[in-house]
Structure formats: C-alpha cells, structure tokens
C-alpha cells in the first residue's frame, strides 16, 4: 500500500527577526542571502522534525544539503558553521547528522486523510441556505428549504492527537535506530499508538517531556552563553562600579575589572545573567 501523503508547515515566532543571532547573520556583507539559506534549511528538515542526515552520496553534507536547497556551497558552508557557532544547529553523531531546535519546536503536520475531514467539515459548517420556497397549490410534500448540498456523513481514518504532534516521527526515528528493522518497528509502535496502546503512549509522553525539558535548557544555555555582557559596564559590584569586562564567546565565564583595579576572574555567566536580569547590585 501506498504510504498517505503528509503536509507540513513551519511556523515563524514573530520575534523570529529580532532574535540577536539572526540580527547579526544579516549584518554580514550578504547578510540577506544568509538569512535566506538557513530559512531553506530550516523547510529542507520540515518533515524529519529538524534532523538533517548525511546520506554519503557526496564528499560532505554541505554538498548534499547545497542540490537539496539550490543554493552556492559556500554560503551553504558559512551559514552552517555560523548557526553551529550560535546554537541554532547541533551536531548529533559522528555519522553526519545535524539538528535544527527550532524546526522541532516550529513544525506542524497533519496527514492527507486529516486535510479532507477538515475541509468536508469546514465544507459543511460553510454550506448556505437558499430562502424557502412558495408551493405550488397543486404540489404535495414541498420541501421548506433547500440547501446547496446534500450532506452524506463520511467516514476517514485521522490520526491521533499523538500522531499529530510534530515531535512523534523523531520519537519514532529514535527509538527505531537500533532495532534490527527500523521501519517495522515504526510501523508496529505506530499501530499501537493508534489503537491507544497505554504502554506506548506513556513511552511517548515521557521521551517528550524529557526532550522539550533538554531543548528548554539548550536554549537558556545558548542565551546566557552568546548574551553581550558589556552591557554591565557601570553597574557596581560591592560599591564599586565595573570598569571593564572580559568575555571569551566559547567560555562559561567572564572576568570583571572594577575601577579600584580589582580583577574579579572566572565569574559564571549563568551568575552573571540572573543578576543582570534581576536589576540589582552585586555582593561578591
């Protein structure tokens, strides 16, 4: 049997532009066509929840990736690099795959039968009235009101709340790596999940939590580690106000120079970036 047709959709935060990672790609001399090339990126792993796989048709996955989404190698290159740099990809195995936290976060799907019971079902809330109609005298059983349609109750297979979340082909895909048939695997759990399988429904659930619960965290790491901390320049720590700051991108720590001279080094960014956020002055 023909496997049924899916569609998928990416969806953009309003502040998607705004983000500081993005804001700084554009910035670079061809900025736009950057900013355009992770945005094919981000559509090209639509349907893999955000899992880009090196399948070794090419030398590199930069290769595979540039015929996919039509675009020169070495902006697809650059802008690879720079969304690793940032953590907007992550490098999953040693094989050649790449992860894209927000396509797993962003992405939305339903299956072609799901697409017609929406459309029969907006169809039937949309079908209109014609005004009622004058009998004639010599006419018996007269229908008061004739509609556009006949309606004709349908019966379609769709899929499950769980089947519809966007992160259920990733579970699928990850607890199907190291079976000795990964698609009959798929093909069994996703039977069970459709039949309501409690067992498998609480596996998803809980593979769920615990992966929203890691990107939650890769996120506030990401933050907190590109965040610009020049900006506590001015502010005091123990009375004295901060002269300068110190701060290596790849490292977890920053170093303060005070404007007595004193050298407060290694402070955590973590620290750093609640304090700032909490708006008050520092005790060493």
């Not at 992770?38 to 930069?62: P, V």
């Not at 976060?105 to 019971?117: F, L, W």
């Not at 199907?176 to 698609?183: A, F, G, R, T, Y």
């Not at 999940?193 to 593979?207: H, L, M, P, Q, R």
Request: aromatic share 10%; with cysteine; charged share 35%.
């Amino acid at each position: 049997m023909a496997k049924e047709k899916r569609y998928y959709w990416l969806k953009f935060k309003l502040d998607f532009f705004d983000d500081l990672r993005i804001r700084k790609l554009q910035s670079i001399a061809g900025g736009d066509t950057y900013v355009l090339t992770y945005i094919k990126i981000l559509t090209y792993s639509i349907s893999t929840s955000g899992i880009i796989i090196y399948q070794g048709i090419f030398e590199t996955i930069e290769e595979e990736i540039t015929l996919e989404i039509r675009e020169d190698p070495k902006t697809v290159r650059f802008v690879l690099e720079y969304a690793s740099k940032h953590g907007m990809l992550e490098g999953m195995d040693e094989e050649g795959k790449f992860f894209l936290p927000y396509v797993a976060e962003n992405t939305g799907s339903e299956s072609a039968s799901a697409k017609r019971v929406r459309k029969y079902r907006d169809k039937k809330s949309n079908t209109k009235k014609l005004p009622s109609l004058h009998c004639n005298a010599t006419v018996t059983g007269c229908n008061e009101n004739v509609t556009l349609e006949t309606e004709t109750e349908i019966e379609i297979e769709t899929d499950t709340e769980i089947e519809k979340n966007p992160l259920f082909h990733k579970w699928l895909d990850e607890y199907s790596l190291d079976k000795k048939s990964p698609p009959a695997y798929k093909a069994k759990m996703r039977q069970k999940i459709k039949e309501g399988n409690t067992d498998a429904i609480d596996a998803f659930k809980e593979w769920e939590i615990s992966y929203l619960k890691k990107i939650k965290k890769h996120e506030e790491d990401t933050r907190i580690k590109s965040h610009d901390y020049s900006t506590m320049v001015g502010a005091k720590i123990n009375g004295e106000s901060i002269k300068q700051i110190i701060n290596d991108p790849a490292s977890n720590h920053i170093d303060i120079i005070l404007d007595n001279g004193e050298l407060l080094a290694g402070v955590s960014k973590k620290e750093a970036y609640g304090w700032i956020h909490k708006g008050k002055e520092k005790t060493a």
